[in-house]
């Protein structure tokens, strides 16, 4: 587990460690208890206790949106960490479309918490826009395709 979500947040095992911690010191309710078992064969795994589940699921074991959850959490803590000495953005492409609604309301609000030391830019496909509608504080610009190129319309939500 430690090694495939590094590769999906595009870092090393050791950082994804480091992170985990950040994460539970966070104080966030939405994710819990995010610990290392290795197993007899060596593989680290990570298990996880999510608002809404059965605790102590491993992260390969958890759904989608509840993995997108995960990962969104461990991305902000490297983004905090990173955001304290220089500006940061957070870019959400893809995961995001794959949460449900309560998963997406929540990283929404979580997002836009005052503890968050960098911004964050939500790529959405035009078809998920208007959904959940969670947006208010947050900067629209949808992309229009036209015949002589693209169109930026620009309103916040």
Do not use: C
Not at 1 to 15: F, H, K, N, P, Q
Not at 40 to 63: H, I, K, M, Q, W
Not at 140 to 154: I, M, N, P, S, W
């Amino acid at each position: 587990d430690i090694e495939r979500i590094g590769e999906r947040l595009g870092l090393t095992a050791g950082v994804v460690m480091n992170l985990i911690a950040t994460v539970n010191d966070g104080g966030d309710e939405a994710v819990r208890n995010l610990r290392i078992e290795t197993q007899d064969e060596g593989v680290r795994r990570v298990y996880a206790n999510l608002r809404g589940t059965a605790p102590g699921l491993s992260f390969s074991g958890l759904s989608s949106s509840e993995q997108a959850t995960v990962l969104i959490r461990l991305a902000a803590a490297y983004g905090n960490t990173v955001g304290a000495v220089a500006p940061t953005l957070l870019l959400l492409d893809g995961g995001v479309v794959n949460l449900d609604r309560s998963h997406m309301l929540a990283t929404v609000e979580y997002l836009q918490g005052a503890e968050q030391r960098f911004q964050s830019l939500i790529v959405l496909p035009t078809r998920d826009a208007d959904w959940p509608r969670p947006w208010r504080g947050w900067e629209f610009v949808r992309l229009v395709k036209t015949a002589g190129g693209v169109r930026a319309d620009q309103g916040g939500g």
